[in-house]
């Protein structure tokens, strides 16, 4: 031990001091130069970190702001859902009101647009709308005919003011009684009109009347009106097609009543069993 304490206690050579001196000198440069080399990386990763740090910043803050744009989306959404509800179902009551109105339309146009015209130098009858004839029926008779009693003239536009499948005995009568309207309503017994008329019977604002062919043809000639001589599928067409105020135009003049033959009533009866045969 003591040898050892005196080793120690020796002076070194100065070389083995300088080289030693230097050695530490080396090792400290090397130290300080890994030391700033490690500095100059870490301020750069510094550098990269702070700038990612503003770019996570920056793409945090426009996250957030789309996030409040969306839930601002998302209530107005909800809060306009009622109102969507309420817009859809007013166009489609307006769609359905529109729809509504056109068939209306285009149902009065079709009231107004149709009407009957009576040719009877041709002696046809005409189902016209505008100027297109819808259907045509051929008269049996030459023209308008007055049976009966009738003295009224037959003008050459009236309208029809009623249809009756199957006209009453006795008709209503209407007047005006010191400023008030007095109705009588139809008598119902029997008359020579149920006979006389048959069926599908079109009344018009005059002494014509449109009709199937009468159930007895004696009676028909007896009853007073003007007449045109209709089929059971013309009086039909005609009942159906027309309305109360559609207009009927006749061309030509009144014919006065053909002349009775046992023939034409055989004939005409005849004709009128068939049809009520087929009927039921």
């Known amino acids: ?24 000198l080396g090792a400290l440069h090397g130290a300080r130069a ?19 740090v503003e770019d996570t910043s920056a793409e945090l803050e426009q996250s957030k702001a ?23 179902r007013a166009v489609y009551e307006a769609g359905l009101s529109l729809q509504e109105e056109k068939r209306l339309l285009e149902k009065q146009w079709e009231i107004l647009s149709t009407y009957v015209l009576v040719d009877a130098a041709d002696r046809k009858i005409h189902l016209m709308r505008g100027d297109q004839s819808l259907e045509s029926f051929p008269l049996l008779y030459d023209g308008p005919t007055i ?10 536009v009236t309208e029809i003011v009623s ?46 009347i449109l009709h199937g062919p009468s159930t007895n043809e004696e009676d028909h000639r007896k009853f007073a009106h003007v007449c045109l001589g209709l089929s059971t599928r013309a009086a039909r067409a005609l009942f159906k097609d027309t309305y109360i105020g559609t207009r009927v135009f006749v061309k030509g003049s009144v014919q006065k009543p053909p002349s009775l033959s046992l023939s034409d009533v ?6 009128a069993k068939v049809a009520g045969r087929a009927k039921k």
């Open 1 to 24: 031990m003591r040898i050892d304490i005196l080793r120690l206690t020796r002076r070194a050579p100065p070389s083995a001091v300088w080289a030693m001196a230097l050695a530490m």
């Open 34 to 52: 890994w030391l700033w080399t490690k500095t100059i990386e870490a301020e750069e990763h510094e550098e990269t970190l702070e700038e990612a």
């Open 66 to 88: 789309l996030r409040d744009l969306k839930r601002k989306d998302l209530e107005g959404f909800k809060a306009g859902l009622p109102g969507a509800a309420q817009s859809r």
């Open 147 to 156: 049976l009966g009693q009738e003295s009224r003239g037959l003008s050459g």
């Open 163 to 208: 249809k009756e499948r199957f006209a009453h005995p006795e008709r209503g009568k209407s007047e005006t009684v010191n400023g008030k309207l007095e109705w009588t309503p139809p008598q119902v017994g029997s008359s020579v009109r149920a006979n006389a008329l048959g069926e599908y019977v079109i009344f018009t604002r005059g002494p014509l």
């Open 266 to 271: 055989e004939v005409a009866t005849h004709t």
